[in-house]
């Protein structure tokens, strides 16, 4: 993710692939971005149009790493 994004950035962004129950970007000790975010889905298929639509994706300046959470 850019580094400038923020949750509510990230959560407008995917819920266009489906109903985002929750929407984060990790951040560090100094309370900056590093750049990654977890979003939690309402249904396994809204994940997986998630994946499909975004996966490898230029987002202001990123590509996008679209998986599902270990």
């Not at 951040?27 to 975010?37: A, E, F, I, N, Q």
Request: hydrophobic share 35%; charged share 25%; with cysteine.
């Amino acid at each position: 993710l850019p580094f400038q994004c923020q949750w509510q950035e990230l959560e407008d962004l995917f819920s266009k692939a489906g109903t985002v129950i929750r929407a984060d970007v990790a951040h560090g000790y100094d309370k900056r971005s590093k750049g990654y975010g977890f979003v939690l889905f309402a249904t396994l298929d809204d994940a997986r149009n998630a994946i499909a639509m975004f996966e490898g994706q230029d987002y202001n300046g990123r590509s996008l790493r679209v998986h599902y959470d270990r």
